[in-house]
């Protein structure tokens, strides 16, 4: 036949991507607070890698400002 394949279909696949994200109901401009969410979010993810026994190499980080500008940074780390 053509175009037959005998392997197996696999539909899950190991996660590429975690995910954290927080919209405040209000701009937030103080710095601590800001600070004090992001260290949050750190540690939410952090647990969950560990919990999945899992490691990660590119951190990202994405702020939307209130005209809905979004800078973007990331590092990978070796």
Do not use: H, Y
């Not at 701009?27 to 800001?34: P, S, W, Y």
């Not at 560990?50 to 939307?64: E, H």
């Amino acid at each position: 036949m053509c175009g037959s394949d005998d392997r197996p279909i696999v539909t899950e696949r190991a996660a590429k991507l975690i995910l954290q994200e927080t919209t405040c109901v209000r701009d937030v401009i103080d710095r601590v607070t800001l600070e004090r969410t992001l260290r949050e979010q750190a540690a939410e993810i952090a647990q969950k890698l560990r919990r999945d026994n899992l490691m990660g190499t590119t951190v990202k980080l994405k702020i939307r400002w209130p005209d809905f500008t979004t800078p973007t940074r990331q590092l990978t780390l070796p």
